[in-house]
């Protein structure tokens, strides 16, 4: 994974706005609010190479652009190696997993891998002088799977104060509750809770869940369903109103955006 940086800029923030990448939430008053600027010239964010965010997207914490799908909505702020699809609310402290200690190892610690820390480079240093050897060291292998991409689905909702590992894909329509610890993979329209986190049932009965992992709604556009009146409060009323309609349902679209287009060069300051 290669990790870019860009300068926050007028002429970024303008194309933030031109395509309705929002850097802050409205909360729950339901009433619009002017257009707010999180960010400040020459904030320094992070991206990555292959970072798309599609139009109509919030990313209202942190200094990361990571790959959101339209109308996500998120308040945390996520690891740079996250992958968003259509819909998805990420409530306030989701984070991803630290640092992961070599635990089929003998030793957990510092000492056994990284001999530049403080405390094991002053002890090493000690122990050569005092025996006047230059010791051989092998580093201990520390693999990092929470640095694996974080896959989430369309429709997902993820509640405060959850830990998502690395290398995780959480299907479609799936809820995580708050406080949760998610080690494993979560199924389409499953939620799950606690730590380690655990399937507790599915949002729909399996015909429902299965009918809506069929017609992915998210793939079309959402106006159009408010003109031919589906009514998502009601989801067999809705499966069943795709099928009759399904024609007059037009494919979205969405622009994306490519922080990559809009980097200038970083001068060392002084």
Not at 28 to 48: C, E, H, Q, S
Not at 178 to 207: E, I, N
Not at 233 to 243: A, C, L
Request: with cysteine.
């Amino acid at each position: 994974m290669r990790v870019k940086s860009i300068r926050v800029t007028p002429p970024f923030l303008k194309a933030l706005r031109d395509f309705n990448i929002f850097q802050a939430r409205t909360g729950m008053n339901k009433k619009p609010a002017p257009y707010v600027k999180r960010w400040k010239i020459g904030d320094v964010l992070k991206f990555t190479a292959d970072t798309r965010i599609e139009e109509f997207s919030t990313l209202a914490r942190g200094d990361v652009l990571w790959s959101s799908g339209a109308f996500t909505s998120c308040a945390s702020a996520m690891p740079l190696v996250t992958r968003g699809g259509r819909y998805v609310s990420i409530a306030e402290n989701v984070k991803g997993m630290g640092f992961r200690h070599p635990i089929e190892c003998v030793g957990l610690s510092s000492a056994h891998f990284n001999f530049g820390r403080e405390n094991v480079h002053a002890y090493l240093q000690a122990y050569e002088a005092q025996h006047d050897i230059a010791l051989v060291k092998d580093e201990v292998p520390t693999p990092q799977p929470n640095r694996n991409p974080i896959i989430i689905g369309n429709d997902v909702w993820i509640g405060s104060d959850v830990q998502l590992a690395g290398g995780i894909t959480i299907g479609d329509g799936a809820v995580i509750a708050s406080r949760s610890l998610v080690l494993k993979d979560v199924a389409p329209y499953s939620v799950v809770a606690g730590a380690p986190a655990v399937h507790k049932k599915y949002r729909f009965d399996p015909s429902v869940c299965e009918a809506l992992k069929e017609i992915k709604w998210w793939d079309y556009e959402l106006g159009d369903f408010y003109r031919l009146g589906f009514d998502f409060s009601k989801p067999d009323d809705f499966i069943d109103r795709f099928g009759r309609y399904h024609s007059q349902l037009k494919t979205f679209t969405p622009r994306i955006f490519h922080p990559e287009n809009y980097i200038q060069p970083i001068r060392k300051q002084g």
